[in-house]
């Protein structure tokens, strides 16, 4: 019989009469990362967890809802079982506690629309990543190359959408962790549909604030604002913060999940035009998975970087990194403030001279 090459938690046999191979236990769960995203993907885009939502069910009952055959009905809930998003008693099949909260669609954290733009915007650039390694360039087809990957058309639609519970979550770890009770006005620069922003307002009643970046993504801004009710507190303007001044007014800049876009000489730039705008004693925050000082991890922002790498020509930075970049800028006072959430382990606050 042949064995399972699956069954990774058994050690390899060494050389004859040498020390025991370490399992490749580590070897068999990266090489196949793509099946679990792909049976998280293909649940999400059956219906699984929206169906199993309004009660449990068999797998032939659970096919029948969804139109597919027996067969793949099985395997895909056997999969998803196995992987901890759904839980079965007696035959019966229904969402665990993560796919109750995050993968149904409808409800607050909803975090489907991410799954999505990952496997439809990021996966092909990921796919031919030793193409970037080798490049040192994006390897992420964009529709037309010739053009900035930020400008109108060039980034699908649900990109946004697939932010929304990404950044969401973010912003509200940020917000619990940060003393913001004297910031009254905080720019965010590069804020893309608002979300970030309308979380911090929402945590913090006292905050007003503006989110710049592109028009047209303010467009997408300005519709998610009046969704949030914030129209009163949160404004636009549409600007590109490498050509246009950035706005005045503010006693904080926030860049969230911006500054690993870009090469230490674009944000360098970016950071002096924060600080030029702001009044002395303001306050520039930047919200990132920052790579460890040692250049060792942690994974989600070594990671992270990697999709640099194949997206964008930037990468995950250090907070060591910003801090002397934030100091040259002339912020004589930086300090760091570490937290859990999925888009950003830290930020990295700098105070104007």
């Known amino acids: 019989m042949t064995a399972d090459p699956t069954l990774s938690d058994r050690t390899a046999p060494g050389p004859a009469n040498g020390p025991a191979a370490p399992p490749p236990a580590l070897l068999i769960d990266l090489a196949t990362g793509l099946w679990r995203s792909q049976t998280l993907t293909a649940a999400i885009e059956t219906g699984v967890?929206?169906?199993?939502?309004?009660?449990?069910?068999?797998?032939?009952?659970?096919?029948?809802?969804?139109?597919?055959?027996?067969?793949?009905?099985?395997i895909l809930l056997t999969a998803c079982t196995a992987l901890g998003l759904l839980e079965q008693h007696d035959g019966r099949y229904r969402n665990g506690p993560v796919a109750d909260h995050y993968l149904v669609p409808g409800r607050p954290d909803y975090f489907g629309d991410y799954?999505?733009?990952?496997?439809?915007?990021?996966?092909?650039?990921?796919?031919?990543?030793?193409?970037?390694?080798?490049?040192d360039a994006p390897s992420k087809p964009v529709p037309d190359p010739?053009?900035?990957?930020?400008?109108?058309?060039?980034?699908?639609?649900?990109?946004?959408?697939?932010?929304?519970?990404?950044?969401?979550?973010?912003?509200?770890?940020?917000?619990a962790v940060l003393d913001l009770s004297g910031v009254g006005r905080i720019l965010d620069v590069g804020g893309g549909a608002g979300h970030t922003l309308i979380?911090?307002?929402?945590?913090?009643?006292?905050?007003?604030?503006?989110?710049?970046?592109?028009?047209?993504?303010?467009?997408?801004?300005?519709?998610?604002?009046?969704?949030?009710?914030?129209s009163g507190r949160i404004g636009t303007v549409g600007a590109d913060f490498f050509a246009d001044p950035l706005p005045a007014g503010h006693d904080a800049v926030l860049l969230s999940m911006i500054l690993h876009d870009w090469?230490?000489?674009?944000?360098?730039?970016?950071?002096?035009?924060?600080?030029?705008?702001?009044?002395?004693?303001?306050?520039?925050?930047?919200?990132?998975?920052?790579?460890?000082?040692?250049?060792?991890?942690?994974?989600?922002?070594?990671?992270m970087s990697m999709n640099m790498l194949v997206g964008t020509w930037g990468r995950n930075y250090t907070a060591a990194e910003y801090a002397g970049w934030l100091r040259d800028a002339g912020c004589p006072r930086v300090r760091t403030v570490r937290f859990d959430a999925p888009g950003a382990n830290g930020v990295v606050i700098g105070v104007k001279a």
């Open 49 to 74: 967890f929206a169906t199993l939502a309004t009660g449990p069910a068999t797998a032939p009952e659970l096919a029948g809802r969804l139109g597919i055959a027996d067969r793949p009905a099985e």
């Open 115 to 135: 799954v999505r733009m990952l496997a439809e915007y990021t996966a092909p650039g990921w796919l031919r990543a030793a193409e970037a390694v080798r490049n």
């Open 146 to 175: 010739d053009r900035n990957m930020f400008e109108e058309g060039n980034r699908p639609p649900f990109f946004w959408d697939g932010l929304r519970a990404f950044s969401t979550l973010t912003a509200r770890r940020m917000a």
């Open 199 to 230: 979380e911090l307002c929402r945590q913090h009643p006292q905050l007003r604030g503006t989110v710049l970046d592109l028009p047209h993504v303010c467009g997408l801004a300005r519709e998610q604002i009046e969704t949030a009710g914030l």
């Open 263 to 303: 090469n230490e000489e674009q944000n360098r730039q970016i950071l002096a035009s924060c600080l030029e705008a702001l009044p002395s004693g303001g306050t520039v925050l930047i919200s990132e998975l920052l790579v460890a000082d040692d250049k060792s991890g942690p994974v989600d922002a070594a990671l």
